[in-house]
Every structure is written in structure tokens, then in C-alpha cells.
């Protein structure tokens, strides 16, 4: 299971997050007035909460000991590097071409090594927060957040839509619908 922004879409052994959660990844096709749209897909909602747990884990490094790992976690989540093998298993890749194995521990030199303090190597923080994520995306789709928007009404394409209180219309019209109404 993979959170994240990156673009590469090829086969996995492995299910991402959208497969827990039973959704496909939206891919809007909506040419309207861009900065009045407020539906967000997955990805991007998924983005927003691992940037908030950063902010959040930031704050309380008070010391600063673990700011570079966190950042660099950060990172990792985004490219969409973590994948859950099961619970409180994770396959993390780092800087080498083997992804690390993170079960409460990790097989990195910085944890087997000493270096990172407390043991919260990179691997282990993005681990982390990809699982506080996920806790995030599966409160949403219990809460009912997720809901779908017809986006163009002649090939009938349904947008999955993660913005709480979204205002934008149930039905929208793509630019070839648009073109046939002038």
C-alpha cells in the first residue's frame, strides 16, 4: 500500500492504499474555472495529512535532533516508497536499491548502527506516518467523506471526491459539453 504524489503507474505485487479502501485513483478531466473547483482526490487529501503529521512531529522536536529524518520521511512518503506488507510491517526504500524491512525496528545502519536517536531512522518515521495516514483516510471514508461527482454527463465519468463540505456540483461538464452549448 503506497501513499503519495509520484507519477510512475506500472504493475505492483503489492495493493496501494486505494485498494484498502476500495476506491479507484480519480483522474479529473474538468476544464472549469480552476481556482473555484474545491474537489480533491485521494492523492491530494493524502498529501495534506502527511504534511500536517510532518508539521505535527516537527513541533515537537523541540531540539531539533530529528528534523533532517523527518523531512527526508517525508520525501520517502511522497515518492510513494512505503508499502504495507501488514500490520506494523512495511517495506520502506531508501537511499539504497533494497527497500528496508520495518517492523517496529529497521534494518537500516542508523538504527542497527546507534545514530538515529531513539531509533527513529527515516525508515521508521516514514512507516510511521504512512500509518497515521492511512488511520486518517479510513476515519474519512467512515465518516461518509468520500462521494462521488458525475464529471461529464455524456460518457459518464465519476469523480471520487475527499474535500469535506466540497460545494462543487454533483453533475460538472466537460469542455466538449461546454463547446455544444455556445
Known sequence: HRIGSGGRHHKRSNPRIHEILGLAWPQYRMHLNKEHITMKSQKQVACELITQHVDAYKAKDIHGLYSDRITKAEAILL????????????????SRQEPYLVNGQCECIDFVGGKAPNGWCKHRIAAKLYQKTLENLLAMKAEGIPHVHLACSHRNILEMCWQGGCQEPMDQLCDVCLGAMD
Open 79 to 94: 515518492e510513494e516508497k512505503v508499502t504495507r506488507l501488514k500490520e506494523g510491517v512495511y517495506k520502506v526504500q531508501g
